[in-house]
T-cell receptor, first 113, second 112 residues
Framework: AQSVTQPDIHITVSEGASLELRCNYS??????LFWYVQSPGQGLQLLLK??????LVQGIKGFEAEFKRSQSSFNLRKPSVHWSDAAEYFC???????????FGSGTQLTVLP | SQTIHQWPATLVQPVGSPLSLECTVE??????LYWYRQAAGRGLQLLFY??????ISSEVPQNLSASRPQDRQFILSSKKLLLSDSGFYLC???????????FGQGTRLTVV
């Protein structure tokens, strides 16, 4: 069965610092991978996706992610974090014929001034 | 453009009461529809999905049920709520030929 692991439950960074959120997946075929962000009490907004091709994908709000098949990873990065980036971040993989998603447990990001 | 509406935004219900959460999608036809739940301190879990009217697949056996009476309408129900049903419920849709799930704003359900 497909699974997604986000090893870091909570990460704290200072504003302006770089950020990397980890995501590892378990999937037999070529994975279709996503990063979503959730602000408190809100729905999920798509940050970026990887389907095929270039393994470094760019997303909204200055985020990027790199797909590494050899490491089964799809880590999210941002070179300089802004206070507005404080939120919960979810990594997900398409896991069925109906395009449903399997999510990681999420990483809560706190940004210090 | 496509939009997804989910209501109510918040709901407080007593144990044993019924539940009905509604989700509608506009601007597309024959979408795949999904209900996810986010329990406190946990990630998102797929509850139900539907690929067409009257077609419901359940991922997790539980106290809830789902129905799709119209092409773009997806309803989550319960006859008798349990305390463990509390959580944040998210409706989502995708186009059959695409892979992206688009999410509604969610419903915060508190069972007391």
């Amino acid at each position: 069965a497909q699974s997604v692991t986000q090893p870091d439950i909570h990460i704290t960074v200072s504003e302006g610092a770089s950020l990397e959120l980890r995501c590892n997946y378990s999937y037999g075929a070529t994975p279709y991978l996503f990063w979503y962000v959730q602000s408190p009490g809100q729905g999920l907004q798509l940050l970026l996706k990887y389907f095929s091709g270039d393994t470094l994908v760019q997303g909204i709000k200055g985020f990027e992610a790199e797909f590494k098949r050899s490491q089964s990873s799809f880590n999210l990065r941002k070179p300089s974090v802004h206070w507005s980036d404080a939120a919960e971040y979810f990594c997900a993989v398409v896991s069925g014929s109906a395009r449903q998603l399997t999510f990681g447990s999420g990483t809560q990001l706190t940004v210090l001034p | 453009s496509q939009t997804i509406h989910q209501w109510p935004a918040t709901l407080v219900q007593p144990v044993g009461s019924p539940l009905s959460l509604e989700c509608t999608v506009e601007g597309t036809s024959n979408p795949n529809l999904y209900w996810y739940r986010q329990a406190a301190g946990r990630g998102l879990q797929l509850l139900f999905y539907s690929v067409g009217i009257g077609q419901i697949s359940s991922e997790v056996p539980q106290n809830l049920s789902a129905s799709r009476p119209q092409d773009r309408q997806f309803i989550l129900s319960s006859k008798k709520l349990l305390l463990s049903d509390s959580g944040f419920y998210l409706c989502a849709w995708s186009k059959g030929t695409e892979l992206i799930n688009y999410f509604g704003q969610g419903t915060r359900l508190t069972v007391v």
